[in-house]
T-cell receptor, first 113, second 113 residues
Framework: DQQVKQNSPSLSVQEGRISILNCDYT??????FLWYKKYPAEGPTFLIS?????DKNEDGRFTVFLNKSAKHLSLHIVPSQPGDSAVYFC????????????FGQGTELSVKP | DAGVIQSPRHEVTEMGQEVTLRCKPI?????LFWYRQTMMRGLELLIY????????DSGMPEDRFSAKMPNASFSTLKIQPSEPRDSAVYFC???????????FGQGTRLTVV
């Protein structure tokens, strides 16, 4: 049972344009959401997070949006840069589960010059 | 701090052999996670510990997999006997508290031939 889903395995975007990565979840108990970025042969690194009490969090070029009613979150990268090319994972946790993070399958973003 | 340290980085073993993966979490962190990266399921949580105690091992594939955390600075994931379908990248991560990001090691790429 995949509680966190990223339905797009890959995304290709032109440099300077917006990248939008999507994530859906099924467990309504999730109350904290994160995005991670992963380069080949490296471990995932934390990018940005959002609590369920908010609907938007922004950090530089990265913005995460949360729609609790739709159980959907998205990551916007503006403007996209070639160095952003990586696999992006969304993750969710339930405060009652001791910080356990459940990840999606990942979306491979390719930003072309 | 050196971050989460995993060893070995690469492991090639023959089917039927025992494999032990090692992890040193970040000092002061009280949660430790073992994940397996696969194409189909993304980052799949195998087991997590809180204060050295296994809390949820429901993701462990079968009895061939076992994990221990004898103290706050060391954990092992053992596969015995190993099978070709166990070939994957295994990540260890640690965190402190809830509603916080987990920090990942660089992973162990396991190949079972």
């Amino acid at each position: 049972d995949q509680q966190v889903k990223q339905n797009s395995p890959s995304l290709s975007v032109q440099e300077g344009r917006i990248s939008i990565l999507n994530c859906d979840y099924t467990n309504s108990m999730f109350d904290y959401f994160l995005w991670y970025k992963k380069y080949p042969a490296e471990g995932p690194t934390f990018l940005i997070s959002i609590s369920s009490i908010k609907d938007k969090n922004e950090d530089g070029r990265f913005t995460v949006f949360l729609n609790k009613s739709a159980k959907h979150l998205s990551l916007h990268i503006v403007p996209s840069q070639p160095g952003d090319s990586a696999v992006y994972f969304c993750a969710a946790s339930d405060d009652n589960q001791g910080g356990k993070l459940i990840f999606g399958q990942g979306t491979e973003l390719s930003v072309k010059p | 701090d050196a971050g989460v340290i995993q060893s070995p980085r690469h492991e090639v073993t023959e089917m039927g052999q025992e494999v032990t993966l090692r992890c040193k979490p970040i000092s002061g962190h009280n949660s430790l996670f073992w994940y397996r990266q696969t194409m189909m399921r993304g980052l799949e949580l195998l087991i997590y510990f809180n204060n050295n105690v296994p809390i949820d091992d429901s993701g462990m594939p079968e009895d061939r997999f076992s994990a221990k955390m004898p103290n706050a600075s060391f954990s092992t994931l053992k596969i015995q006997p190993s099978e070709p379908r166990d070939s994957a990248v295994y990540f260890c991560a640690s965190s402190f508290g809830t509603r916080t990001e987990a920090f990942f090691g660089q992973g162990t790429r396991l190949t079972v031939v």
